[in-house]
């Protein structure tokens, strides 16, 4: 028989979900089953705050040795085991909760600040634990004036200013969550349209709270869909982009674990979305002699969550990457690829990656020479090719929420282009949206459309460039330049073959996240890309770190991008460009963006089995 605990009782035993942060620490004593009260980690250890991270790691791992004896000791002893199990619960949250990653916002809440157990999965919209509803100071902090608790039984009491709605489920295999949804979902559209930000909460806001916000970016996602919004002017190819309800779950799961890494709905809840997925993701759900066969039916055996679908891979994964990162450091893998490809690289194009020279230090023509480009065609790329600059094309934010993104769910794969090691984060158009919103991708999105009347422009000879442009010989007079009023015309003819061409090359191809570090990729070497239109957004500013500069051949000079936090560079296939090594410590991140001609089939290389860095 198989008993299910109150939520009562999870926080009394720890629950096997033990959040991250809870203002008192229970459990019982082996001797009397009384209640012993703690009122933070720090206490529970036995330690100070100022402890350095070493020695909380050693302590936590020496009381779990400890609670380890004691329990082959007890085998027979119910009272010792109960008290085995909760202090070895606290150990295991104190361990987690005090890594060097957390430890600071959880000394910021026991300072009465920021909730711990609490993260901003969407714009607004806020998922967490009980423990982080209970801190009204902190949910005033951040703004959040509505609070829905996905739970039955607890007990919460909140000030008369915070809005405070409930729907009542258990966290079992068999509970109905989807009878929940619809009175979920019109509290979170009502908070949307009053641009109230909301906090959504279960016990430890890891399977209720998580299921619900999970659904409902399914809904959003799947709405904009059925309206046929295409996030700005640029027209994508809708039907060949719109997931199916697998995909539109497995994005908006992937989303939230970013934000949320400890999210886990149990086996029944998902087996809910698969069904929910299938239904179309609807605002009012129909009955449940509709849905329930639907939910039966589900297997999660199809569903494509490979990172971060269990905690054991979530683990897993992370020592993978640490093992590969710190065997690059110790210069046993990386480095050494590295070294052989620096050794073999002509001087003119080792001065510009490796030792960082000054772009004007090389000629174009000496960097076309070194690379075999030296023909006519390349030397004429190297004036023509067209560039694009735009600041403040992403918030701060929407660059933070990528780069962890990155940080914790990059793969490893061979470059395409040198077959290098590239640590990058792919993603589909709809987890893009839901990981940084719609309103940071409609300004992606309408990029193309942009750079082809900037190039419209830009392409329109002037007396500046008629001068020493390769072609400029020949013309009619000493300039070479065109009278006022043939380069008025071109210039609105090449702005009106700009809005026809912005109209055939706007179909998505491929957005990745890229991360780099001296230890992991130093540079990357000069190449074009294969799509018509690329889209480069710096995740970092320019001076930090060192090094890592993008260097492009335009204007017949090899020129420095350095851009700041959210700024991107646009430019076409035809722009011979590279990445300068990064110096010293410290990482670069970029967000990639490739845009195509409509119905041309793909020649991108795509990392196969083999192709993927084992570690």
């Known amino acids: ?121 969407n714009e607004g919209l806020f998922l967490g634990a009980l423990s982080a509803a209970a801190q009204t100071d902190g949910l005033r902090s951040c703004g959040i004036s509505v609070v829905l608790t996905v739970a039955a039984g607890l007990r919460l009491a909140l000030p008369p200013e915070m809005e405070h709605h409930v729907v009542h489920v258990n966290d079992e295999p068999e509970a109905d969550i989807l009878a929940c949804l619809p009175t979920a979902f019109e509290v979170l559209d009502d908070c949307r349209k009053r641009s109230r930000k909301v906090l959504v909460h279960c016990f430890a806001g890891v399977s209720r709270s998580a299921t619900v916000v999970i659904a409902y970016l399914m809904k959003e996602a799947r709405a904009r869909q059925a309206a046929g919004v295409a996030s700005g002017d640029v027209e994508v190819n809708t039907a060949a982009m719109t997931p199916s309800s697998m995909a539109l779950l497995a994005d908006a799961y992937k989303a939230v674990k970013v934000r949320r890494p400890r999210i886990e709905p149990n086996a029944g809840f998902m087996r809910s979305l698969i069904a929910y997925g299938r239904l179309g993701c609807p605002a009012v759900l129909p009955p449940k002699v509709t849905y329930q066969p639907l939910v039966d039916a589900a297997s999660t055996a199809d569903l494509d969550i490979s990172y971060d679908q269990s905690a054991d891979g979530v683990e897993q994964r992370r020592h993978e990457r640490a093992a590969f990162e710190a065997e690059a450091a110790r210069g046993k893998k990386v480095s050494e690829e590295f070294e052989a490809a620096a050794a073999a690289m002509p001087p003119e194009v080792s001065r510009l990656l490796v030792e960082n020279a000054e772009p004007s230090s090389v000629s174009v023509q000496e960097l076309l020479s070194a690379l075999g480009r030296d023909s006519a065609g390349h030397l004429s790329m190297a004036y023509e090719a067209p560039v694009m600059e735009t600041d403040g094309v992403l918030s701060r934010r929407a660059c933070a929420r990528l780069r962890a993104a990155v940080d914790s769910q990059r793969t490893l794969a061979r470059d395409s282009v040198d077959g290098g090691p590239e640590h990058q984060l792919n993603l589909s158009r709809e987890a893009l949206e839901l990981l940084i919103g719609s309103q940071e991708c409609s300004r992606l999105w309408k990029l193309p459309k942009q750079f082809r009347l900037h190039s419209a422009v830009v392409l329109v000879p002037t007396r500046d460039e008629g001068l020493g442009h390769p072609n400029a010989a020949g013309s009619d007079d000493s300039t070479g330049d065109p009278t006022a009023a043939e380069a008025e015309a071109a210039q609105a003819e090449a702005a009106a073959e700009a809005e026809a061409e912005a109209e055939a090359v706007a179909e998505l191809r491929e957005i990745f996240v890229r991360r780099y570090s001296v230890d992991t990729r130093p540079w990357i070497p000069f190449h074009t890309d294969a799509y018509e239109i690329t889209v480069n957004v710096g995740l970092c500013d320019h001076d930090r770190p060192a090094g890592g500069v993008l260097l492009g051949a335009f204007g017949g000079e090899i020129r420095a991008l350095r851009r700041d936090e959210g700024a991107a560079t646009v430019h076409s296939s035809k722009l011979l460009h590279g990445v300068s090594a990064m110096k010293g410590a410290g990482v670069r991140y970029s967000l990639i963006i490739f845009f195509d001609r409509k119905g041309t089939a793909s020649g991108r290389w795509a990392p196969k089995s083999e192709d993927v860095i084992s570690t």
């Open 1 to 121: 028989m198989v008993l299910s605990m109150s939520d009562e009782e999870k926080g009394a035993r720890g629950g096997g979900r033990i959040v991250a942060s809870v203002p008192m620490l229970s459990y019982r004593d082996p001797v009397d089953g009384s209640i012993v009260t703690v009122s933070n980690f720090y206490d529970f250890l036995g330690l100070d705050s100022c402890a350095a991270d070493d020695d909380v790691k050693k302590r936590c791992m020496q009381m779990l040795r400890e609670e380890t004896k004691r329990g082959r000791e007890a085998v027979d002893d119910l009272a010792a085991s109960k008290s085995i199990e909760d202090r070895t619960a606290i150990i295991n949250a104190a361990r987690d909760s005090l890594k060097a990653e957390n430890r600071s916002r959880y000394n910021e809440s026991l300072r009465g600040g920021l909730p711990v157990d609490m993260h901003e999965v």
